[in-house]
């Protein structure tokens, strides 16, 4: 079930990861323009302008890039390209929630492999085991916000009898990522979002970096017109404008290390964080009992309960002046 998400203007939202500043301002100008030309034709089947500016920008060939309706979408695509009735996925755990879900919807069956004490997996997540057909990892994870290097996840790739999706929604708040792993293995494809890091979660847009020839298959089965000439025409500018990008997460994780600081010296576990939230877990405190207060105090949080693991708050990095709110609510409570 995704994040609570109440009418604008009564909560701090700190529950589902969205940027808490608006968008580069070229966003709402190429939406205008396109608005201007008209929308009575369908939109470029292949969302191509995007293709264009993105593969100058990430320096992969634009037939290397294929677009969606949010990344959300393109975990879809992948999950019905690869996996069939009866197949298996992989999943870390706790991670994303929805990769399940895709996997139930084809009738697959999941394995989830438990993440270790220090957010690193044993080698029981590269294990051959039969009808697998996809791996699914996120990178920065969530709830966690932790990551494994590129050379951990090569290795993992390695090993792995099937494709692997490395979900990089939080990547541009990380200091590294796996869109050059792309070039070392057809087996291993990178998806990344525009709801983060470039503050548009309301517009739905999302690519995955793969080689062509898996792009293809992609392309395939995902439907023709998934992307709207609103949301190419405004990723596009946004892609485009790379000094917002840099500023707004130099924002964002300047915040995250000031939050981070804050909920240990409250007494929460945290691991590092290389995402937009942070993961917190009181060793005394009651997790559900301090979502409620905050929610009460117009706050929200997400709290997370993981069958056979635990739970824990996650939190988004939002403004400053929000996470001081946050914080002097929080202290009455722990
Ligand atoms: C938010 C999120 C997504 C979905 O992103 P959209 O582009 O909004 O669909 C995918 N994966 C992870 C891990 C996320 O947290």
């Keep these: 079930m995704p994040g609570e998400q109440p009418p604008p203007g009564k909560y701090i939202k700190l529950n589902t990861n969205e940027n808490p500043y ?3 301002p070229a966003v709402g100008r190429a939406i205008q323009s396109v608005v201007e030309r008209g929308l009575q034709r369908y939109p470029d089947p292949l969302a191509n302008p995007f293709r264009c500016r993105a593969s100058q920008i990430l320096h992969v060939p634009e037939d290397w890039i294929v677009c969606g309706n949010g990344s959300d979408d393109i975990l879809t695509i992948v999950t019905r390209a ?3 009735e009866g197949d298996l996925l992989r999943l870390p755990y706790p991670s994303y929630i929805l990769y399940k879900t895709l996997g139930d919807i084809q009738g697959a069956k999941s394995q989830a492999v438990h993440f270790q004490k220090d957010w690193t997996l044993a080698n029981d997540f590269c294990a051959d085991a039969e009808r697998l057909r996809l791996v699914f990892l996120p990178n920065p994870n969530s709830p966690s916000g932790t990551v494994l290097t590129p ?13 692997i999706l490395i979900d990089e929604a939080y990547a541009d708040f990380a200091n590294l990522n796996c869109i050059d792993l792309v070039t070392r293995d057809e087996r291993i494809m990178v998806s990344r979002s525009f709801s983060k890091s470039y503050a548009l979660a309301g ?3 999302g690519y995955l970096v793969a080689q062509p020839q898996i792009v293809q298959k992609l392309v395939a089965v995902k439907d023709s017109y998934n992307c709207d000439a609103l949301s190419i025409a405004a990723a596009t500018a946004a892609i485009d404008d790379q000094a917002w990008l840099v500023e707004n ?3 964002i994780t300047l915040t995250r290390a000031q939050v981070l600081t804050q909920l240990r010296e409250l007494g929460f576990k945290c691991p590092d964080s290389q995402a937009n939230f942070v993961w917190a877990v009181h060793p005394r405190a009651n997790h559900r009992e301090i ?11 997400r709290y997370m309960q993981y069958p056979d693991w635990g739970d824990g708050l996650r939190i988004s990095v939002g403004t400053p002046e929000q996470m001081a709110v946050f914080f002097d609510s929080l202290r009455k409570l722990v």
């Design 151 to 163: 050379d951990q996840i090569l290795e993992i790739a390695k090993q792995l009898p099937c494709p």
């Design 249 to 251: 997460s130099r924002l």
């Design 291 to 301: 979502y409620e207060a905050l929610k009460a105090r117009q706050i929200l949080v």
């Design 22 to 24: 608006p968008p580069s």
């Design 203 to 205: 517009l739905r847009f």
């Design 82 to 84: 690869f996996v069939g």
